[in-house]
């Protein structure tokens, strides 16, 4: 069983930054693929970025490429999500996915567990 813990979520303006972080159980955290995922109010939960393995390979989102950017520390077993040049838009409900598979994936449907969600707040 793999269990996800998020944090780092909060309120900001337009432009701001923020930092989300995940902390993530398992012995074998570094043959997972990791996954952001987001979810507005109103909307279906959708693809932000995700990341392999070993760290080397990452995918984003055309609506935040530029200004996100995930990483990983296998050592600590945490995946984050720096998010910068913040808008209205970003605001909802940020999901950390893992996959236990070493392929990096847009789709929900192939991530097996996810966390508890974290809001993040982006006023006009």
């Known amino acids: 069983q793999v269990q996800l813990v998020e944090s780092g979520g909060g309120l900001v303006e337009t432009g701001g930054s923020l930092r989300l972080s995940c902390a993530v159980s398992g012995r074998t955290f570094s043959n997972y693929a990791m996954g952001w995922f987001r979810q507005a109010p109103g909307k279906e939960r959708e693809f932000v970025a995700a990341v392999t393995g070993s760290g080397s390979s990452t995918y984003y989102a055309d609506s935040v490429k530029g200004r996100f950017t995930i990483s990983r520390d296998n050592a600590r077993n945490t995946v984050s999500l720096q998010m910068n040049a913040l808008k209205p838009e970003d605001t909802a409900v940020y999901y950390c996915?893992?996959?236990?598979?070493?392929?990096?994936?847009?789709?929900?449907?192939?991530?097996?567990?996810w966390g508890q969600g974290t809001q993040v707040t982006v006023s006009s």
């Open positions: 996915a893992c996959r236990t598979y070493n392929v990096a994936s847009r789709r929900t449907q192939d991530y097996h567990y």
